[in-house]
Antibody, heavy 118, light 110 residues
Framework: QVQLVESGGGVVQPGGSLRLSCAAS????????MYWVRQAPGKGLEWLAV????????YYADSVKGRFTVSRDNSKNTLDLQMNSLRPEDTAVCFC???????????WGQGTLVTVSS | QSALTQPPSASGSPGQSVTISCTGT?????????VSWYQQYPGKAPKLLIH???KRPSGIPDRFSGSKSGNTASLTVSGLQAEDEADYYC??????????FGTGTKVTVL
């Protein structure tokens, strides 16, 4: 079955960096755009980034542009999110998601928690 | 990108219907058919309920339906069941390959 599993979350100090990964299985990874979405504790969902199926096109939310970088390795079926210059307001559960039907996020991984605190 | 506006809460008794609105602008909801809806239980990942305004993926009960008028999209849950108590989020394509989510609505089954 289609499965997405995130890893790499943890506690980091303000200004620090963290690299998240998302391992995909059960579908042809190289045929789908992929997304990162986050959810701060007790808050709503926030779209962060999208990467095209071939990895050539990448787009970011204004809130993370210039600090976060999305990448993928279609030979390993993995999606990454490099997070730099982290701020306390970046504390959130980060989800990876596949583009299912056009314009939709389906399915989602279980999420990985990023905590930015001194 | 400003979040789409949803009511913080909605409620209904079992068997009743509840409708959740999702208001954006002509740059997102009003200008796109890529409006989708998600259900999220506490501590769990969101699940796709509706895509492209009113299309249900396989396995989603027909109690869930979506529509759009102008800059406002809506999700209707008919025949409310206890298991429908969850948070619901809308999402819309916002142009320039970017997306925006709604503020979320907590549905309570009375």
């Amino acid at each position: 079955q289609v499965q997405l599993v995130e890893s790499g979350g943890g506690v980091v100090q303000p200004g620090g960096s963290l690299r998240l990964s998302c391992a995909a299985s059960g579908f042809t990874f190289s045929s789908h755009a992929m997304y990162w979405v986050r959810q701060a504790p007790g808050k709503g969902l926030e779209w962060l980034a999208v990467i095209s199926s071939d990895g050539r096109q990448k787009y970011y939310a204004d809130s993370v542009k210039g600090r976060f970088t999305v990448s993928r390795d279609n030979s390993k079926n993995t999606l990454d999110l490099q997070m730099n210059s982290l701020r306390p307001e970046d504390t959130a559960v980060c989800f990876c998601a596949r583009e299912g039907r056009p314009g939709s996020f389906d399915p989602w991984g279980q999420g990985t928690l990023v905590t930015v605190s001194s | 990108q400003s979040a789409l506006t949803q009511p913080p809460s909605a409620s209904g008794s079992p068997g009743q219907s509840v409708t959740i609105s999702c208001t954006g602008t002509s740059s997102d909801v009003g200008g796109s058919n890529y409006v989708s809806w998600y259900q999220q239980y506490p501590g769990k990942a969101p699940k796709l309920l509706i895509h492209e305004v009113n299309k249900r993926p396989s396995g989603i009960p027909d109690r869930f339906s979506g529509s759009k008028s102008g800059n406002t999209a809506s999700l209707t849950v008919s025949g409310l069941q206890a298991e429908d108590e969850a948070d619901y989020y809308c999402s819309s394509y916002a142009g320039n390959s970017k997306y925006v989510f709604g503020t979320g609505t907590k549905v309570t089954v009375l």
